[in-house]
């Protein structure tokens, strides 16, 4: 069989139980049962691709069916906001400067497709002049965090030989220091200018966006001779659309739907750590985060 159906349950509530297993090999015609981590994470070889997401959302679960060629990518792209971490770096500077509503309600539309999202990062830039430089590291020490399984994903892929890149729309200040934190061997974003003291209220151009994002996808695999079919991209938002499209495997993270919709897979209601069982991983191999 050339195909192979990956079930992960929600490791934060009741996993996942043999019964689904057995009923989604029924559904699907599926061969013999192999399970990734017990109680956790399963997979079973199946004829021909399908659509399982209304199964999984009906049993709350992840899972895809997926071809069994290719499975183990050897380039891994994220995107860091509500991806990797779990906030907007934009919107918690904003925060601290008394201007979260304004700024995150240009966020989320942004992150919706709703807009452009090159103009909308300059336009909270812009909101922003003035702002303490000094005070960035209090956002990244107060508000920053992984989250769950980021480091696992990140750490496992680069053990067994892959490239791990952090692609964000957000700011070096923090792409640099989240890396490190999770331990991408590259990260690229947007540099908020300022002057010594204070934010200019300006981004440095071009800016990198939606496609920008596809673009270093593609040069990282060319740099690297690694087929697209050998790839990963996860995000959550509009401007991770291209990307994820792009890569030989797209998966939407707790995504907004204009993402979901185009994304190869979905994780819902697992952790990142999902991304290495649909690779086939078991948990054994997982490196420690």
Request: aromatic letters at 8%; proline letters at 3%.
């Amino acid at each position: 069989m050339k195909y192979i159906a990956i079930l992960v349950g929600n490791r934060f509530e009741r996993g996942l139980s043999a019964g689904i297993v057995a009923e989604a090999r029924g559904a699907f015609a599926g061969g013999d049962i192999n399970w990734l981590a017990p109680g956790l994470a399963a997979e079973f070889p199946v004829s021909a691709p399908a659509d399982l997401q209304d199964f999984a959302r009906t049993h709350a679960i992840d899972a895809v069916i997926l071809p069994r060629e290719h499975r183990r990518k050897r380039l891994l792209v994220a995107d860091m906001d509500s991806t990797i971490i779990g906030c907007e770096c934009i919107d918690e500077i904003a925060d601290f400067a008394g201007l979260k509503a304004e700024i995150s309600a240009v966020t989320e539309r942004a992150m919706r497709g709703e807009l452009v999202f090159e103009d909308a990062l300059r336009q909270r830039v812009a909101l922003l002049k003035g702002f303490p430089v000094e005070k960035l590291a209090r956002v990244y020490a107060e508000r920053v965090r992984l989250n769950p399984g980021a480091a696992t994903l990140v750490k496992t892929m680069a053990r067994h030989g892959a490239v791990t890149a952090l692609v964000s729309g957000g700011f070096t200040f923090f792409t640099s220091r989240v890396a490190t934190d999770a331990g991408f061997a590259l990260n690229f974003a947007n540099v908020l200018l300022d002057d010594g003291a204070h934010l200019s209220g300006k981004v440095q151009e071009p800016i990198l966006g939606r496609e920008a994002k596809r673009e270093t996808l593609i040069s990282l695999a060319a740099k690297g001779a690694i087929p697209l079919t050998e790839t990963m991209a996860l995000g959550d938002g509009a401007n991770d659309l291209a990307m994820v499209e792009t890569a030989g495997l797209g998966i939407a993270y707790k995504a907004k739907p204009v993402l979901e919709e185009k994304a190869a897979a979905a994780i819902r209601y697992s952790d990142l750590t999902a991304a290495l069982y649909f690779q086939g991983y078991r948990a054994a191999e997982f490196a420690a985060a």
